[in-house]
T-cell receptor
Framework: GNSVTQMEGPVTLSEEAFLTINCTYT??????LFWYVQYPGEGLQLLLK?????DKGSNKGFEATYRKETTSFHLEKGSVQVSDSAVYFC???????????FGKGTRLHILP | DTGVSQDPRHKITKRGQNVTFRCDPI?????LYWYRQTLGQGPEFLTY????????KSRLLSDRFSAERPKGSFSTLEIQRTEQGDSAMYLC???????????FGPGTRLTVT
């Protein structure tokens, strides 16, 4: 079945550091890929998405590129801020069904 | 529109009791989803509705769980004879069509003592 694997946390970085959170997926067909973010005390928010191979999703300085050849969708940001501290979930959905499959999440701590 | 809302935000109950949660989707969203998130894990799909029809149920949804969306608007999720393993965050989401973005509510955190 479809699944998502992302790097385990927590990840702790200093402010202005470069961020990469790895995500790989297993899916039949051509899924849509997502990164969701969950800030402390808040609900899940869609951060960015990509719907086909080589698409790049971007938002708030975060980027991720849909790599079909490596079945990956790694999240990157060039310079993180304290306000980026949150839990990040990689996820996919397929055309065959409308449910979202989430990874386990990666907790990110940014130190000032 | 204020987004997806869920009530209550927190629920503490004793093992064996029944609980019911409510989800109000974004108005005019036809599709409504329930997910469950346990500590340290990502959300897991439970069930979804197209209008009032329940189209799919996960094997996670045991016989003690029932979900309804009687008028195609709000939805309820009931858990009968709660167990400690039911302790989790229950998330609701809605979307306008198949494959479109799902908007999540803040969740209901259930603690079974």
């Amino acid at each position: 079945g479809n699944s998502v694997t992302q790097m385990e946390g927590p990840v702790t970085l200093s402010e202005e550091a470069f961020l990469t959170i790895n995500c790989t997926y297993t899916a039949t067909g051509y899924p849509s890929l997502f990164w969701y973010v969950q800030y402390p005390g808040e609900g899940l928010q869609l951060l960015l998405k990509a719907t086909k191979a080589d698409d790049k999703g971007s938002n708030k300085g975060f980027e991720a590129t849909y790599r079909k050849e490596t079945t990956s969708f790694h999240l990157e940001k060039g310079s993180v801020q304290v306000s980026d501290s949150a839990v990040y979930f990689c996820a996919l959905s397929s055309l065959e069904d409308d449910k979202i499959i989430f990874g386990k999440g990666t907790r990110l701590h940014i130190l000032p | 529109d204020t987004g997806v809302s869920q009530d209550p935000r927190h629920k503490i109950t004793k093992r064996g009791q029944n609980v019911t949660f409510r989800c109000d989707p974004i108005s005019e969203h036809n599709r409504l989803y329930w997910y469950r998130q346990t500590l340290g894990q990502g959300p897991e799909f439970l069930t979804y509705f197209q209008n009032e029809a329940q189209l799919e149920k996960s094997r996670l949804l045991s016989d003690r769980f029932s979900a309804e969306r009687p008028k195609g608007s709000f939805s309820t999720l009931e858990i009968q004879r709660t167990e400690q393993g039911d302790s989790a965050m229950y998330l609701c989401a809605s979307s306008s069509t198949w494959g479109s973005e799902q908007y999540f509510g803040p969740g209901t955190r259930l603690t079974v003592t």
